[in-house]
């Protein structure tokens, strides 16, 4: 979990000393709704996004990947090593978006993303193709899963007030 956290933060403070524009959540447009101000946070505290997001992440990899003997924590550190991973190449990919000036972020986050779904499909036997495709969906799945729960979260609280 701490590593996670540290690549996240190393990220968080690279994107905040050079200034790139990550992009990967935008809360423009929403105006002054709950759901704004959870992006916001989202936005702002990728550590701690990234390990909520692993949580639905995993539940989506238990049930695809139901057939193999590990557990939900085991599943959980897979992913905070592998999220950690992908938070240091996107801080690698803006480093060099903010130093050449040439807009190569949106690479580091292709590629980021096929990395954590590439390590999902290698640690649930790498000779299976069919669990490439799997990790993706996974990976896919448990990130869209995360955002629209809060998404409905702020928008439950808005209705509230």
């Known amino acids: 979990m701490v590593f996670v956290i540290i690549c996240s933060l190393l990220y968080s403070v690279a994107q905040q000393l050079l200034n790139f524009e990550d992009g990967y959540v935008n809360a423009g447009g929403l105006g002054d709704s709950a759901v704004a101000t959870i992006y916001?946070?989202?936005q702002k505290n990728y550590g701690y996004t990234n390990i909520l997001m692993a949580v639905f992440i995993a539940g989506w990899i238990k049930l695809l990947f139901r057939k193999y003997d590990y557990n939900f924590f085991e599943i959980i550190i897979l992913l905070f090593f592998v999220m950690g991973i992908g938070m240091l190449i996107y801080t690698?990919?803006?480093l060099l978006d903010s130093l050449i000036e040439i807009k190569v972020l949106q690479i580091g986050g292709?590629?980021?993303f096929i990395y954590v779904s590439w390590a999902i499909g290698q640690?649930?036997?790498?000779?299976k193709k069919i669990n490439y495709l799997k990790g993706l969906l996974a990976y896919v799945l448990?990130?869209?899963t995360f955002?629209?729960?809060a998404s409905i979260t702020g928008i439950g609280i808005d209705f509230v007030l």
Do not use: A, E, Q
């Open 40 to 42: 916001t946070w989202i």
């Open 110 to 112: 292709i590629l980021g």
């Open 142 to 144: 448990g990130t869209v």
């Open 123 to 127: 640690f649930f036997d790498r000779n």
């Open 147 to 149: 955002f629209l729960i």
């Open 92 to 94: 690698i990919f803006g």
